[in-house]
């Protein structure tokens, strides 16, 4: 038996953030406190190019923003196209900074997260900012 290949995609787009609101946080009673405060954010993301749509993200952080330095995690629910396919699904992706760089990148689509005809969508990718500042949002995934 000879099993068919399930082909990879790549979908790219731009994105903007047309929202970004601090979550507060309950403390334990007893704190950690560490050199750089953790915060919470939730930011509405809009798509434009192979990947259309928008986004609602879960963003996390320790982040120094006088020095540009720490590290996020985001949780991002997707919905629109990649490539003219059409659903929903979740991606989570992560990375640290020293300040003018970007390191220790994580970037992976949800198992079983996808609808639609992105149902069984399955793979990685990663989040690119250029040198002008444009943030690029790049998809290289499987369906099915």
Same mark, same amino acid.
């Given at each position: 038996?000879? %099993?068919?290949?399930?082909?990879?995609? !790549?979908?790219?787009?731009?994105?903007?953030?047309?929202?970004?609101?601090? +979550?507060?946080?309950?403390?334990?009673? &007893?704190?950690?406190?560490?050199? %750089?405060?953790?915060?919470?954010?939730?930011?509405?993301?809009?798509?434009?190019?192979?990947?259309?749509?928008?986004? !609602?993200?879960? =963003?996390?952080?320790? =982040?120094?923003?006088? $020095? @540009?330095?720490?590290?996020? +995690? *985001?949780?991002?629910?997707?919905?629109?196209?990649?490539?003219?396919? *059409?659903?929903?699904?979740?991606?989570?992706?992560?990375?640290?900074? $020293?300040?003018?760089?970007?390191?220790? &990148? $994580?970037?992976?689509?949800?198992?079983?997260?996808?609808?639609?005809?992105?149902?069984?969508?399955? @793979?990685? @990718?990663?989040?690119?900012?250029?040198?002008? @500042?444009?943030?690029?949002?790049? =998809?290289?995934?499987?369906?099915?």
């Amino acid at each position: 038996m000879v %099993l068919a290949s399930v082909p990879r995609m !790549i979908s790219e787009g731009t994105f903007t953030v047309s929202g970004f609101t601090g +979550v507060p946080v309950e403390q334990d009673a &007893e704190p950690v406190s560490t050199a %750089l405060a953790v915060g919470v954010a939730t930011m509405v993301k809009q798509y434009a190019g192979g990947v259309e749509g928008r986004s !609602i993200t879960l =963003f996390t952080s320790a =982040f120094d923003p006088e $020095h @540009g330095v720490g590290t996020y +995690v *985001a949780m991002e629910s997707f919905e629109g196209t990649l490539d003219g396919r *059409a659903g929903t699904f979740n991606f989570v992706h992560a990375a640290s900074t $020293h300040g003018t760089d970007r390191y220790d &990148e $994580h970037f992976a689509v949800v198992p079983s997260s996808g609808t639609g005809e992105l149902a069984g969508i399955a @793979g990685g @990718g990663a989040l690119v900012v250029d040198a002008d @500042g444009t943030h690029r949002m790049r =998809f290289d995934y499987t369906v099915g």
